[in-house]
T-cell receptor
Framework: ELKVEQNPLFLSMQEGKNYTIYCNYS?????LYWYRQDPGKSLESLFV?????AVKQEGRLMASLDTKARLSTLHITAAVHDLSATYFC??????????FGDGTTLTVKP | DTEVTQTPKHLVMGMTNKKSLKCEQH?????MYWYKQKAKKPPELMFV???????INESVPSRFSPECPNSSLLNLHLHALQPEDSALYLC????????????????FGQGTRLTVV
């Protein structure tokens, strides 16, 4: 059974600071996704990571994948208030089943 | 058009009612998904359709019945639900992963917030 662990589950940051969210998973995976969800809203796709060593960046967010360590990271650079949301990683098995991490609720304070 | 449209946005139903949730996309995606999300929890995969055929059923109770009438539409038929089935139901679509499509980014609809009374 695929297990996906995210940490931390809650993160309170000051604006301008950097931080990293971690996503560990238990079995070999095809793909790893990062999503953002605002309260009461749907999920917005941030990154799709397909191969070992993949790194993708969009604005203040950068995601990476280490398939050997079964670890993905989402790095936040110089946080701003607009980044406050819940961030999920999701791991997809070759058969197509997906499992989400429990999510990291990020609050960026002035 | 990178939109997945779900209707209705909100639904209140009694335990003896029959209702349907609808999902539509026009991105040419041939994989479509239903997820259930309870408050402050991650989405849980319910069903996956690939090329209009049910490919994954995550042991979902039979009171939930999915249907994919064509490549653009996905329905979820609801019957005799329980109050614990109250949740946000999310539909998503993507390309079917394979040699042709490496980027299988999934697009989510806005969800149907279901309350069972």
């Amino acid at each position: 059974e695929l297990k996906v662990e995210q940490n931390p589950l809650f993160l309170s940051m000051q604006e301008g600071k950097n931080y990293t969210i971690y996503c560990n998973y238990s079995t070999t995976s095809d793909r790893l996704y990062w999503y953002r969800q605002d309260p009461g809203k749907s999920l917005e796709s941030l990154f799709v990571l397909l191969s070992n060593g993949a790194v993708k960046q969009e604005g203040r967010l950068m995601a990476s994948l280490d398939t050997k360590a079964r670890l993905s990271t989402l790095h936040i650079t110089a946080a701003v208030h607009d980044l406050s949301a819940t961030y999920f990683c999701a791991v997809v098995l070759p058969a197509g089943k997906s499992t989400f991490g429990d999510g990291t609720t990020l609050t960026v304070k002035p | 058009d990178t939109e997945v449209t779900q209707t209705p946005k909100h639904l209140v139903m009694g335990m003896t009612n029959k209702k349907s949730l609808k999902c539509e996309q026009h991105m040419g995606h041939r994989a479509m998904y239903w997820y259930k999300q309870k408050a402050k929890k991650p989405p849980e995969l319910m069903f996956v359709y690939s090329y209009e055929k049910l490919s994954i059923n995550e042991s979902v109770p039979s009171r939930f019945s999915p249907e994919c009438p064509n490549s653009s539409l996905l329905n979820l038929h609801l019957h005799a639900l329980q109050p614990e089935d109250s949740a946000l139901y999310l539909c998503a679509s993507s390309q079917v992963p394979g040699p042709t499509y490496l980027n299988t980014e999934a697009f989510f609809g806005q969800g149907t917030r279901l309350t069972v009374v």
